[in-house]
């Protein structure tokens, strides 16, 4: 029910890692997720960790998904000389193109202890229904 829009996320995600670098409005990084059905909803869940939930957008624009957040420095007093900085800051972002099977009208978002969880339901046409077959009791004879 979900496609990857971009291949080389990971790859762009494993470099910035390394080099040290920051996301950008115009080059968001990459927002680590998990995607699993649970009955007849699809479930999208997202770490991000330190973002408030107004720095955290959430768009649908026809059938793609798009999540952005902020992670902002936390503010210093000017004695402070910093020792270590291994958490990232900066934009992340992640884009999903959903199936024609879910229910973009319906989706719910929560957010708590750093984990945002997206609940899209399973459209009822696309859900699985029996089809009644007719009897052939109005047969009809022909007269000659």
Do not use: C, H
Not at 23 to 32: I, K
Not at 68 to 97: C, I, N, T, W, Y
Request: hydrophobic share 40%; charged share 30%.
């Amino acid at each position: 029910m979900l496609m990857r829009t971009d291949p080389f996320r990971e790859l762009d995600r494993l470099t910035q890692q390394m080099l040290g670098t920051t996301g950008t409005w115009s080059r968001p990084s990459a927002v680590p997720m998990d995607a699993y059905r649970e009955g007849d909803a699809y479930v999208i869940v997202m770490d991000l960790p330190g973002v408030s939930t107004d720095a955290i957008d959430i768009d649908v624009e026809r059938n793609m998904l798009t999540v952005k957040a902020e992670r902002r420095p936390a503010p210093k007093a000017d004695d402070v000389q910093m020792e270590l900085s291994e958490r990232p800051l900066g934009v992340f972002s992640r884009q999903l193109m959903l199936a024609d099977t879910l229910d973009t009208e319906k989706i719910t978002a929560e957010y708590e202890a750093g984990v945002l969880t997206l609940r899209i339901p399973i459209a009822e046409r696309a859900k699985p229904r029996k089809i009644a077959i007719g009897r052939g009791d109005g047969r009809k004879q022909i007269s000659g």
